[in-house]
C-alpha cells in the first residue's frame, strides 16, 4: 500500500492525525530492507539535495514552520533561501540521522536509543508529532520527486515504514518524562 504523497496530500496532512499507539516494531520485511539498502546507495550522493527538496516542500505548505528552525527564522519566503546556504543544516543532520538508521537496519535495536534520545533532545525544540509526519511526506515526495523512476510502490511503502519507525522512536523520546 504505497500513499502516493503529493503536495496536495501534505497540504491536507489533518494536524490531529497524531500517531495514538506508538509500535516499537520495525516492520520491515527482509525484501524491504534490501530495497531501502539498494536505493540508499543510489539516493546517497544526492542526500544534501534531497534534504533541501524536502525542506522546500515543507515549508511551502507550512511557511509558518520556518521558525521552529534557527537557520530559517526570520529569513523570508523559501523561494529565495532554496539556493543559499541556509538549507545546509538541518536538511544535513537529518539525513545523516535518516543513513544512520539505513546503515543499521539488520542491527534497529542498536539504533532505537539513538532515535529515542534524538527525540528527547528535540524537547527544547518545540518538536511535535505532527511535525514529524508533515516532515515525512515531505520527505518521501522528495525523494519521488527527485528519482521518479525508482519510486516504486515497494520503495514508498518500505521508506514509510522505515520513516514511520524514527518518527515512532523519536516520539517515544519526546514524550518520556
Ligand atoms: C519538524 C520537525 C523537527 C523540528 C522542529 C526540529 C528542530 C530542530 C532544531 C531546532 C535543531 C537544532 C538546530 C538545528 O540543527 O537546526 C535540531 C537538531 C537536530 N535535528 Fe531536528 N527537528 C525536527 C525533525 C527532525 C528529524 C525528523 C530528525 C531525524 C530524522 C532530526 C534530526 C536532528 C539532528 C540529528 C539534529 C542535530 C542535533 C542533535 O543531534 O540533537 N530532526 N532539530
Redesign the pocket.
Known amino acids: 500500500m504505497g500513499c502516493n504523497m503529493s503536495m496536495d496530500n501534505l497540504s491536507k496532512m489533518n494536524k490531529q492525525a497524531v500517531v495514538h499507539t506508538l509500535s516499537t516494531d520495525l516492520n520491515l520485511t527482509d525484501e524491504q530492507k534490501q530495497l531501502i539498502k539498494d536505493s540508499w546507495e543510489l539516493f546517497e550522493p544526492k542526500k544534501t539535495a534531497i534534504g533541501r527538496k524536502m525542506f522546500v516542500n515543507?515549508f511551502q505548505v507550512y511557511p509558518e514552520?520556518q521558525n521552529?528552525?534557527?537557520?530559517f527564522r526570520g529569513q523570508g519566503n523559501i523561494d529565495k533561501l532554496e539556493e543559499t546556504k541556509f538549507l545546509n543544516?538541518?536538511a544535513k543532520?537529518?539525513m545523516?540521522?535518516?543513513e544512520n538508521?539505513v546503515n543499521s537496519l539488520n542491527d534497529f535495536e542498536s539504533c532505537s536509543t539513538y532515535?529515542q534520545e534524538?527525540g528527547r533532545?528535540?524537547k527544547i525544540?518545540?518538536?511535535?508529532p505532527h511535525?514529524?509526519e508533515?516532515?515525512?511526506a515531505a520527505m518521501m515526495l522528495a525523494f519521488k520527486e527527485l528519482y521518479p523512476d525508482l519510486w516504486t510502490e515497494e520503495a514508498d511503502e518500505a521508506w514509510n515504514n522505515l520513516y514511520k519507525y524514527?518518527?515512532n522512536m523519536?516520539t517515544t523520546g519526546l514524550n518520556a518524562p
Open positions: 515543507l514552520m521552529l528552525f534557527p537557520e543544516g538541518h543532520r537529518l545523516t540521522a535518516v538508521s532515535l534524538l533532545r528535540h525544540r518545540k518538536l511535535k511535525y514529524l508533515r516532515m515525512g524514527i518518527s523519536m
